[in-house]
């Protein structure tokens, strides 16, 4: 692409639940003619998505993993070290807007716009607001929501909040315009479970334990995929042909989204992109938000979809193999909840989110 078109940098940690709406954004961008390159943390190694930028840039960054001295003292140090380099990416690249996805990388490319003068945006993909966005607040021109609702965003920059929805990734536009077709009385019933882009623990632990306890009949009907850690991954494949159940077991899915768009009930935690996904392909879900997190961000983004019908909720606390084995029974029971769950749940979903954000951040670059 010609030199001469503008550049935008999206400043995004090295995970999934970041990347995939930078991705996003990235494609419809692109469609716009416009260039992108990408600020990240070293994780984005170990991403499998094939992000469109034509430059990708590792910044230093770091999280406050303790509250010693110098504890305090490693964290400033990374971060102004990662300031400098990013004060030296934008002064190579000159972008015509910096935009942030959130989470502690986002700090340094951020702070060295706002030092810059770059125009900045920030989108907050949960429904409570990040510590590192709220500290970066104040030093952007925009801030894009997900949801009409942000907890924890400071009165005195609400004026500058557009919701845009938060952007899903065209395999998932893509996997919903596959209709809902709700299991029928004594048909398969298919499960998909997961974690976050690593799985998770909890899910090896629970689930299969839960499917245990179910009725024969209603086991001999469940086709279930799991995403399951590399080491946990022959414990649970082993846990469920010993209670018959046919199930696929892997660490990692690439066709995540068209497995969701084919499944009755899906079970997983409630991280901002699994439920933009759920919601814009419009499945029924049982979601377990991750626990200890300071702000809860994975519970009030859970509770959106709670709220308006779409899910049940589960703290980890609450979540047994009895409770779960229970509320997996009351579902396959009743065909017509499951779809009006799935019907509540694509009527919340925003699927030209990712339109809607490159037309604010274009307006905010002035282009």
Do not use: C
Request: aromatic share 4%.
């Amino acid at each position: 692409m010609p030199e001469n078109k503008p550049l935008v940098l999206l400043a995004a940690g090295g995970t999934g639940g970041h990347l995939f709406p930078a991705q996003a954004l990235a494609v419809a961008l692109k469609a716009r003619g416009v260039r992108v390159a990408l600020a990240t943390d070293e994780r984005v190694a170990g991403y499998g998505g094939d992000f469109p930028a034509e430059s990708t840039h590792v910044i230093p960054s770091s999280t406050l993993r303790g509250s010693s001295p110098l504890d305090y003292a490693k964290t400033i140090a990374v971060l102004t070290y990662g300031l400098a380099k990013a004060w030296l990416v934008l002064g190579r690249l000159k972008p015509a807007v910096v935009v942030g996805f959130g989470g502690y990388p986002t700090l340094p490319p951020l702070f060295a716009a706002a030092m810059r003068g770059i125009p900045a945006v920030l989108h907050e993909q949960n429904a409570v607001m990040g510590r590192a966005n709220r500290a970066l607040a104040a030093r952007v021109d925009a801030i894009a929501a997900s949801v009409p609702e942000v907890r924890l965003l400071p009165e005195a920059f609400r004026p500058k909040v557009t919701v845009t929805g938060n952007p899903v990734r065209p395999n998932v536009i893509a996997a919903a315009s596959t209709p809902y077709d709700a299991p029928q009385p004594g048909g398969p019933l298919k499960l998909v479970i997961f974690g976050g882009s690593q799985g998770a623990r909890v899910m090896a632990d629970i689930v299969p334990d839960a499917i245990a306890m179910l009725d024969p009949a209603l086991r001999a009907r469940l086709v279930i995929v799991q995403q399951a850690r590399g080491e946990d991954r022959a414990r649970v494949a082993g846990d469920y042909e010993k209670a018959g159940v046919t199930a696929e077991v892997a660490p990692f899915f690439t066709d995540l989204p068209a497995r969701i768009a084919h499944s009755h009930l899906v079970i997983a935690r409630s991280g901002a992109s699994t439920v933009a996904e759920l919601s814009a392909i419009g499945r029924p879900a049982i979601l377990v938000p991750l626990p200890g997190a300071l702000d809860q961000d994975q519970l009030g983004n859970a509770r959106v979809l709670e709220k308006a019908g779409g899910a049940v909720v589960m703290e980890q606390k609450d979540f047994s193999p009895e409770r779960l084995a229970a509320e997996i029974t009351r579902l396959a029971a009743s065909p017509d909840t499951l779809a009006g769950m799935a019907a509540v749940a694509k009527g919340i979903g925003t699927l030209d989110a990712a339109e809607r954000l490159a037309a604010l951040v274009l307006k905010t670059a002035g282009i």
